[in-house]
């Protein structure tokens, strides 16, 4: 079964069980999808700390490579501080994607389509084209 | 969108960081980098003789010597060859100084052979004879300032070890700058301080050491110099220095002391 098909059948089983029961509670809309936003918010925040703290470092390990003054010293604080730095860009580049990600989650999550089990809203006023005529009245829905 | 789909564009951004972040080598005395050079530390080599009765214009010079060398401490090593000059018997006299300075003297234009005779990083520059202190030392200094501003395509860690009764310097040399370099000699001084006035540095042995034939720009070499007899020399020091491979032009010196 999809998933759309499942959310309806589970939608209206709430709604059904509400009226023939009483127990419960009516279910009137149901997002089709969400995506895990606050997930990849706190997943995002975890990596930018990271950036920030292997940036630290990375000044750390640089400043050592630079006030290296021995001859057996400049390969090893070299290629240390190079691995920082190449963490530092890793963990920037991944707080980035999830950021853009987050971002991406949430539009997605404020714009999804959402099955409804009750009729529509309409206004008190409303007026409509029947193909050769118009209709017009007041329609409310209790 | 498929939960896959953003997954790949990360695990794809990561291969990707992982591969870039190229850190400069920008440490000034680092090999590796282009631009890297260290202070020319100038050898000054003094071929003198203190035998009696030796005229006083060898005091002079060493006199001078030693002031340059208090005012220069760390630009500057001084070695002192004596070396017999006429009927003067110099008791520090070495075969070897005798060999050295004639190179030195042939190399020159002006081949006059004459105590006191100072060679400036070989034959770089020459100050020969003494009038008065003060004059040495101030044609001493007129010919090391021309070099002493110079820097050097050059280091070098000195080390040695001791085996039975004779002294083996090690050195580790580092070829700096963008430069590389041919027919490189390396090679040793053994000197002493002795309990005299103005015999800080006597040459007690030497080694002709090492030729290089071939060193790239950052490149480092690690070299065992052949053996120096210690024959019981005390408050000893060991002066290394990088030259041609001829040995007339010296490019880098440098001084350790034995323990």
């Known amino acids: 079964m999809n998933a759309p098909l499942e959310k309806m059948t589970s939608l209206l089983a709430s709604n059904i069980h509400y009226q023939l029961t009483g127990s419960g509670r009516p279910v009137d809309r149901m997002r089709l999808h969400r995506y895990p936003a606050a997930v990849c918010l706190a997943g995002t925040s975890v990596l930018a700390a990271s950036a920030l703290a292997a940036h630290l470092a990375f000044l750390d390990r640089r400043s050592e490579y630079r006030d290296a003054a021995r001859l057996e010293d400049f390969d090893p604080l070299h290629e240390r501080a190079e691995r920082t730095l190449r963490l530092r860009n890793g963990l920037s580049i991944a707080s980035g994607i999830g950021l853009v990600l987050s971002g991406f989650f949430l539009y997605q999550n404020s714009h999804a389509d959402e099955i409804t089990a009750c009729e529509p809203r309409v206004v008190p006023y409303a007026f409509a084209w029947g193909g050769r005529t118009w209709t017009a009245g007041i329609h409310v829905s209790f | ?259």
């Open chain 2, 1 to 259: 969108m498929s939960p896959s789909r953003p997954a790949a564009v990360c695990i794809l951004a990561l291969l990707a960081a992982s591969g870039c972040g190229d850190l400069a080598r920008d440490n000034a005395l680092d090999p590796k980098n282009p631009d890297s050079s260290r202070p020319l530390t100038v050898l000054l080599e003094a071929f003198v003789n203190t035998g009696a009765p030796a005229p006083e214009y060898n005091r002079f010079m060493l006199q001078a010597l030693d002031s340059l060398e208090s005012l220069y401490a760390d630009r500057i090593e001084v070695v002192h060859y004596h070396r017999n000059a006429g009927s003067v018997q110099d008791p520090h006299h070495l075969i070897e100084n005798e060999i050295l300075y004639d190179r030195y003297v042939g190399a020159m234009h002006s081949g006059v052979k004459g105590v006191p005779d100072v060679f400036i990083n070989g034959t770089t520059a020459r100050v020969q004879g003494a009038s008065s202190v003060e004059t040495a030392f101030r044609r001493l200094q007129e010919a090391l300032l021309g070099v002493l501003s110079r820097s050097s395509p050059w280091t070098m860690e000195a080390g040695y070890s001791l085996d039975d009764g004779k002294i083996v310097p090690e050195v580790v040399l580092a070829r700096l700058g963008r430069e590389e370099a041919t027919d490189i000699r390396v090679r040793a001084v053994l000197t002493s301080r002795l309990n005299q006035p103005l015999a800080g540095h006597v040459v007690k042995g030497s080694s002709q050491g090492a030729v290089i034939d071939r060193l790239e720009a950052g490149e480092s070499s690690t070299l065992r110099l052949p053996e120096i007899p210690l024959n019981g020399t005390t408050n000893a020091e060991l002066i290394l220095c990088v030259t041609d491979r001829d040995g007339l032009h010296v490019e880098q010196s440098q001084s350790m002391p034995i323990r």
